[in-house]
């Protein structure tokens, strides 16, 4: 999964705004068990994401808890659309190898 949760987060991202903790259970959700994220690796992850402008965040207060929520930017649905291409274009290289 190295070099590949930055595309992940954006993805988990794509329909609503989410936190951290949603993005974690999302991700391991939609993967069937298969791709679980570490805490340690998200919370950065988002805050790098948010600091170059393609994640937005505010903060909600639900049940009595504050939670930090994040959105795609309009940068980060541009980005998130290139790397889901260059995504697609890799993984079609990778199957006409092992094909």
Known sequence: M???VD???L???RRE???GY???EHVREASHGALGL???TVYP???RLERTGLLASSWLTANGRRRRVYELTARGRAKLASEQSDWKTFSRAVEAVLA
């Open 22 to 24: 949603a993005i974690v």
């Open 38 to 40: 570490a805490e340690g």
């Open 11 to 13: 993805a988990a991202l």
């Open 17 to 19: 705004p989410l936190h």
């Open 45 to 47: 992850a988002l805050h």
């Open 2 to 4: 190295k070099g590949h």
């Open 7 to 9: 595309l992940l987060l």
